[in-house]
């Protein structure tokens, strides 16, 4: 079984939940910007959350089945159709063979995931399948997925869905999707300004507190070059006293730094593993996925939470996620 | 001051989903010996959901996750349940020496199209190219930290005489193997990478390769010595690698 790329769209890269163990060998941790958006799409094809897909990033691809394969789509809205039919998200969806999906343009958000039942089985390079693209690393030989490609997709051992697949396979349209869908909250996408929150960070009380006010008070736009390893905020520049002694040291996803023009950058998914520039915040990880779904151009302000309070939410989304799980698993036979 | 109150090691989250274990404020032998311990410590018995251990030159990055500790946390914030453990997994913790490290001497082929900007620092140092090469090639380097690049190291004590900013323009393609150096430190592009130091040399050595275990072939803690090969040896050498 295999996708095959008919078009590649602007980057579409496999991602997996990240390389993980190998930071002190300087390696980045790269996977999903959106890793909670895998692993909901994973969820509900019945594969580990762990397992690889596709990333969509603005403008997707059109894919291609070899053979009937049980997908879901999560995170942006890419307008994923069918022939001239839309493709629901969130959901189940089984593709007859030869069913060629295809993605537009981000209406909503700008990364989308695309899982298959079985996983994207490309070689695993230091214990991951994501791409790294600035080494060279996992992926399809390093690099972004383009037209032409064959993606392999892991052998599943028990199908699930059987009668949506039964549904599909008789249906003109070339797939079928139930009424159900997984509850994540996408609304959220669409806020502007995005509103993330945050914890302050080790240089926070360096700042003079006008600038502090100015960061939690006022708004920033994601820069033009931003990209999978940071944003570059705009609009608003804070003054952060002059420092040379600063050494590198670890940074985290999320980490939001202060470079010497005052303009904050947000560390992403392909962050190198240490940095620099002062560290005046972090994101809290529940908000990364919101994060990872702005795009250059997009407003967005900042709200200061506790760490207890950051890691309570983390702790109460891992809940939602295992209550979703179970949930899923409830209609797998359906 | 006591000695006898176990390492002087500070703690600090870094978001919700790491912390930084601090052993000093600047870089010298005690701390750097310090990190080292340290990170060999958690290496051997890491506490759960513990994912990466990042060494730096005077902090230890830990990422772990924050549900791991659940039931030991008993309400308690996972940061303040994560450096309880880590405080009684350090607290009898000595600094290692860090001239206890692996030595690697590594060939180098210094200048020529090797090194493009040899003759452009020694102008700057107002020192010869011969004598840039020597001054680089007696010393002994420390790896105090990774970070930049896979398979990048920090390489410490750069005689001063060689310690320039980084360029003002950064190459957008250096070489693999390229041997550089900027602000106090000398290091090797490891990979074919964009970057501003000053092209020195360039080594056959293969300094990070995914298919290895471990994929880098520096680590915290090592030293590094240089050693000048001519150009001949360079390319007989590289050869020998493509053909692998």
């Given at each position: ?150 993606l392999p997709v892991g052998a599943v051992a028990a199908p699930c869905y059987p009668k949506l697949k039964a549904v599909a396979l008789a249906s003109k349209s070339r797939f079928a999707a139930p009424h159900w869908a997984a509850s994540v909250h996408p609304e959220k996408m669409e806020r502007s300004p995005q ?140 | ?233 360079f390319d007989a050498a590289a050869r020998a690698q493509s053909w692998r």
């Open positions: 079984m295999a996708l095959n790329v008919r078009r590649a769209g602007v980057l579409t890269t496999v991602q997996d939940l990240g390389r993980h163990g190998y930071q002190r060998h300087g390696v980045p941790v790269a996977g999903a910007m959106d890793a909670y958006a895998l692993r909901v799409a994973n969820t509900i094809v019945g594969n580990e959350p762990g397992d690889a897909g596709l990333e969509l990033t603005l403008e997707g691809p059109a894919i291609e089945f070899e053979e009937d394969a049980l997908i879901a789509i999560s995170g942006a809205d890419l307008g994923a159709h069918v022939a001239d039919t839309p493709v629901p998200m969130l959901r189940p969806v089984w593709m007859a063979a030869g069913a060629q999906l295809e993605f537009g343009a981000a209406r909503k958000g700008s990364r989308a995931y695309l899982a298959t039942a079985g996983g994207v089985d490309v070689p695993r390079v230091l214990g991951s399948r994501s791409t790294y693209l600035r080494a060279g690393l996992g992926g399809i030989e390093g690099r972004a997925v383009r037209r032409g490609d064959r509103v993330l929150r945050f914890v302050p960070g080790r240089y926070w009380e360096w700042l003079p507190a006008e600038s502090r006010t100015r960061f939690m008070g006022s708004e920033f736009r994601v820069g033009p070059e931003s990209d999978r390893m940071g944003y570059r905020l705009l609009d608003t520049r804070l003054d952060m006293p002059k420092r040379e002694d600063l050494l590198s040291e670890g940074v985290a996803f999320g980490t939001i730094q202060l470079p010497p023009d005052g303009n904050p950058i947000v560390l992403m998914a392909d962050r190198q593993v240490t940095g620099g520039y002062p560290r005046i915040g972090d994101l809290a990880s529940v908000d990364l996925g919101l994060a990872a779904q702005l795009k250059p151009g997009d407003r967005l302000r900042f709200e200061r939470v506790s760490l207890t309070q950051a890691q309570q939410l983390w702790v109460t989304q891992e809940r939602a996620y295992a209550e979703l799980r179970e949930a899923v698993r409830g209609h797998m036979n359906e | 001051m006591a000695e006898s109150d176990g390492p002087h090691l500070s703690f600090a989250p870094l978001g919700d989903r790491a912390l930084l274990i601090e052993a000093g404020d600047k870089v010298d032998p005690a701390t750097t010996g310090l990190v080292a311990a340290v990170t060999a410590r958690i290496s051997n018995s890491p506490p759960p959901g513990i994912t990466d251990i990042v060494p730096a030159f005077c902090s230890v990055a830990l990422h772990y996750d924050p549900d791991a500790l659940g039931e030991e946390a008993e309400g308690a914030a996972p940061y303040d349940a994560m450096v309880a453990r880590l405080q009684s997994l350090l607290f009898d913790l000595e600094a290692i020496s860090p001239f206890e490290g692996r030595t690697f001497d590594i060939p180098v082929v210094y200048g020529g199209e090797h090194g493009e900007d040899l003759a452009a620092l020694a102008q700057a140092c107002g020192l010869s190219e011969d004598r840039v090469i020597e001054i680089h090639s007696a010393q002994t380097y420390f790896a105090f930290s990774t970070g930049f690049a896979p398979g990048f190291a920090y390489l410490g004590n750069l005689d001063p005489q060689l310690r320039q900013p980084r360029r003002d323009k950064p190459r957008v393609r250096v070489p693999s193997g390229s041997v550089a150096v900027a602000n106090g430190f000398t290091g090797i592009y490891p990979l074919e990478l964009p970057g501003g130091w000053h092209l020195i040399g360039r080594t056959p050595w293969s300094l990070f390769d995914a298919g290895r275990n471990p994929p880098a072939l520096l680590e915290a803690g090592d030293r590094v010595r240089f050693r000048r090969i001519a150009a001949a040896e």
